[in-house]
């Protein structure tokens, strides 16, 4: 773009579009009938346009961008309420493994309690495989349910994600999981720990729920829920007042 911004011919044409503009609409001709006649319309200066295009880059803006900057100066975009607002719509997902760590840790107390017995040593020195498929239960529970909780036929209400978690963060992300599970009388929940090249979180959650005597059975997933990289498990019932 030269120096002077525009030609001579297109700053007359210019000139003729800022004359035309500034009269407003034609409410005598037979295209301006039923129409309301419009606010004058001031353009931007030369100086104005030179400022603007220094800031987009002049080399990007070409002689009809600068024309149309011009034309819809003062435009303001009118709202359309047919149109749902984004922020209206937004999801409420499940509270995430730093969240739930967080809470843990704040909230101390029943979360708190169940990872004060947990030895992370007793559950790193039986590493499993990334693919490993984890089975327990405790002789108990009726082979029967069991078999529903390997078939994935026992609905889970709560679940987790643990990935990139440190071995801490896991653990209070489980503890307190397990906690509110509780809480709220529920029986199954879903902890997704992944695989990974060693299994190290995989390993970690194998090893604390064995010692848990709160969880009667868990197992990888089937395909649906996760698979080999998320465990489902089976709680005891809460104790009611009267038992």
């Known amino acids: 773009m ?11 044409q210019l000139k003729e579009l800022k004359g035309q503009l500034s009269k407003g609409r034609d409410t005598n001709s037979p295209e ?16 104005q346009v030179k400022k603007t295009v220094k800031q987009l880059d002049s080399e990007h803006v070409d002689d009809d961008k600068v024309l149309f900057m011009q034309a819809m100066h003062g435009v303001i975009q009118l709202e ?23 809470r843990a840790a704040a909230q101390g107390s029943e979360a708190s309690d169940l990872g004060a017995g ?11 495989a990334a693919e490993a498929y984890l ?7 009726q082979n029967k349910i069991f078999d ?11 679940a987790v994600d643990i990935h990139g978690c440190t071995i801490e ?11 509110q599970a509780k809480q709220k009388n ?23 729920l064995r010692q848990l005597p709160e969880v009667l059975a868990f197992c990888s997933a089937p395909p649906k829920d996760g698979g080999n990289g998320a465990v489902l498990v089976l709680l005891k019932k809460p104790k009611t007042d009267g038992e």
């Open 118 to 128: 947990l030895s992370d040593m007793q559950a790193l020195l039986n590493p499993v």
């Open 169 to 179: 963060e896991a653990r209070d992300a489980m503890t307190q999981l397990l906690s």
């Open 135 to 141: 089975s327990y239960k405790q002789p108990t529970l």
């Open 80 to 102: 359309d309420k047919n149109v749902r607002s984004p922020t209206s719509t937004a999801r409420v997902g499940k509270p995430d493994a730093a969240t739930l760590s967080k």
């Open 32 to 47: 301006g009938e039923n129409q309301k006649p419009t606010e004058p319309v001031s353009l931007l200066t030369q100086k």
């Open 2 to 12: 030269s120096n002077s911004l525009f030609s001579k011919e297109m700053q007359d």
């Open 186 to 208: 529920e029986t199954m929940v879903k902890i997704i720990h992944g695989k990974g090249s060693e299994a190290i979180l995989k390993t970690c959650i194998n090893g604390w």
């Open 148 to 158: 529903q909780l390997k078939k994935g036929k026992l609905r889970w209400y709560d």
